[in-house]
């Protein structure tokens, strides 16, 4: 359990935080850095850059609605201490990995109490893996089927392309000899293959690819889809089958009533 020290400097610690957001800063740059995963990088601070003079300055990590603090009270913190190093020009990161992706934020206060501002979203490249597809092994004939991709670890998020029996399908189907009796919509952002309606030119084995301009595309498992036709003999035969139960279950009761069956029980 921390101590009063511990909390007095927590408290201390927000309150210098509160006193920074209070001051309207002048950002003066923003950009986006990309870097290979494992690799160094240095992260500039184009705040400290601007002027000259007496300064303080604070690095701040902003991924969604969490913000860390990176370099403050003139340290690195705890959670970066053994692979950042600091300069007033940049912090420098021994390696990064995926985790690291986001948006690194530079603070400068200036002796004159003007708060200087600027930002580097990071993006940590890493390759796609091997994605997983979801194919419908059979749909019928006039139906929709939807088909699948999904890939989590490459950064940035990969596009996805589809094929059927080894072929590229074209984002326009109607622009393809291969493909133009075939009407489907391909996400290329999602991974979501679309055909409706399906018919008998949809049969085939599909896999999806994944890449990012980082290593190598990746590819999925094939799977087989059958577009098959609507059952008519097993319709016609489910319904010849209802009827003669219902023609038995009628003549069922007219023997009863015609023997006397429902009669005697009343009395």
């Known amino acids: 359990m ?3 020290g511990a909390w007095g400097r927590i408290h201390l610690l927000l309150l210098s935080v509160s006193a920074w957001s209070l001051i309207s800063a002048q950002v003066v740059d923003t950009q986006t850095i990309q870097v290979p995963e494992n690799d160094p990088i240095e992260i500039p601070c184009a705040a400290y850059a601007s002027q000259s003079g007496t300064a303080r300055v604070e690095w701040k990590f902003e991924k969604g609605s969490s913000i860390v603090l990176i370099y403050y009270d003139a340290k690195v913190t705890d959670p970066y201490k053994d692979r950042v190093t600091y300069t007033p020009t940049g912090i420098r990161f021994s390696s990064v990995t995926r985790k690291d992706t986001g948006k690194y934020i530079c603070e400068v206060l200036w002796g ?5 501002k600027s930002e580097v979203n990071l993006i940590v490249q890493v390759p796609p893996s091997k994605p997983v597809a979801k194919v419908p092994t059979s749909v019928t004939i006039g ?3 939807v088909l699948t991709c999904t890939e989590t670890d490459g950064s940035p ?6 094929y059927r029996d080894n072929i590229l399908m074209p984002s326009n189907p109607k622009t393809s000899e291969k493909f133009r009796n075939s009407s489907y919509t391909i996400d290329t952002k999602t991974g979501v293959l679309t055909i409706e309606p ?3 030119f949809d049969t085939g084995d599909y896999f999806c690819e994944a890449q990012n301009n980082v290593g ?3 590819k999925s498992e094939a799977i087989h889809l059958e577009a098959t036709e609507v059952n008519v003999g097993g319709i016609v035969a489910a319904v010849v089958v209802l009827l003669i139960v219902l023609a038995l279950v009628a003549f069922g009761i007219w023997f009863a009533y015609s023997r006397g069956f429902f009669s ?3 009395e």
């Open 2 to 4: 921390a101590g009063p």
């Open 112 to 116: 004159t109490g003007q708060l200087s």
């Open 143 to 145: 139906n929709k089927a």
């Open 157 to 162: 998020p990969p596009t996805f392309q589809w």
């Open 198 to 200: 399906v018919t008998s």
């Open 216 to 218: 190598t595309a990746q």
């Open 264 to 266: 005697k029980r009343r």
